[in-house]
């Protein structure tokens, strides 16, 4: 009986270990290779707002950075790719 009790706890045991550091290397993970969304297109469409919410400038320095996006008051389109922004 004892046996079978001290088998239950250690697998209890093992189990929560397992768990909490399944957990930790979720909540600790890097966030590279991530997708990210800046912005909210979705808000000029409802209430037509086209004003800028990011400029180049912030996305400057990151390498490995793909975006598109619209210019401040719709006049154009910007295409970031592989961290070289071009402007149609």
């Not at 909540?27 to 004003?51: H, P, R, W």
């Amino acid at each position: 009986m004892k046996k079978q009790i001290m088998a239950t706890v250690i697998a209890v045991a093992v189990l929560v270990l397992i768990v909490v550091t399944a957990y930790a290397a979720i909540v600790g993970a890097k966030k590279e290779g991530m997708i990210e969304y800046i912005g909210a297109q979705k808000d000029v469409f409802k209430t037509g707002k086209a004003a800028s919410v990011v400029s180049l400038e912030d996305l400057a320095g990151h390498k490995g950075l793909y975006a598109v996006g619209p210019i401040d008051g719709l006049d154009g389109e910007i295409t970031v790719f592989d961290s070289q922004p071009y402007i149609t």
